[in-house]
């Protein structure tokens, strides 16, 4: 993702509701466990990462999508993810966070944060 989209992305999250200090946008993805937003769908559905590992979020839909956690204790938004980009977000706090599209309300899925 270029710097701009993600500065961008910072200040959309700022409107949406605020960025929780557990969510740290990444300029650039790096290996790791990747969630494709496609089909209207994240695939997979299921994702598992340690504590202060992170998930990439990549859109392979031919349209936007808003990628965002309302979960207590791990609220995050990285705003308006284009099509063909990527964000990577850190995930700092075991727990079990449910991921959502604020554009697509039916697109779910799940990250635990294992210790």
């Known amino acids: 993702m270029r710097k701009g989209a ?5 200040l959309l999250g700022l409107a949406l509701g605020g960025v929780a200090s557990f969510y740290t946008p990444l300029a650039e993805a790096q290996t790791g466990t990747v969630i494709v937003q496609q089909g209207i769908a994240f695939k997979p ?4 990462v340690k504590a202060g590992g992170q998930i990439t979020f990549r859109n392979e839909d ?12 791990g609220i995050f938004d990285i705003g308006l993810q284009a099509p ?3 964000t990577a977000v850190a995930f700092r706090e075991p727990g079990e966070y449910i ?17």
């Open 6 to 10: 993600v500065f961008f992305a910072a």
């Open 45 to 48: 559905a299921k994702a598992t």
């Open 62 to 73: 031919p349209f936007g999508h808003n990628v965002y956690s309302p979960s207590k204790g």
């Open 84 to 86: 063909e980009s990527e």
């Open 99 to 115: 991921i959502q599209c604020r554009i697509h309300p039916k697109m779910k899925a799940t990250v635990t944060v294992t210790p």
